[in-house]
């Protein structure tokens, strides 16, 4: 069967696109397999949660409100 110029140009993108779409869906499996690892092996090393991070300036304000009750 005979097709034409265009039409063989466009099946020949169609391959390409389609080579290109599952070799992005095997890397992007490949990196959420690596993501899940990592994120496994972090929970071994967590550090625990800090409950109350100070606010910045917290201290000066106390000290000039010592400053301003003496």
């Known amino acids: 069967m005979w097709i034409s110029d265009e039409l063989a140009a466009l099946v020949s993108r169609a391959e390409a696109a389609s080579a290109t779409a599952r070799r992005l869906l095997h890397e992007n499996d490949r990196w959420h397999r690596s993501v899940d690892y990592m994120f496994e092996l972090?929970?071994?090393?967590?550090?625990?949660?800090?409950?109350?991070?100070?606010?910045?300036?917290?201290n000066l304000l106390l000290k000039i409100s010592d400053a301003l009750r003496d």
């Open 42 to 58: 972090g929970a071994e090393f967590t550090r625990p949660a800090i409950s109350h991070l100070p606010l910045p300036g917290r």
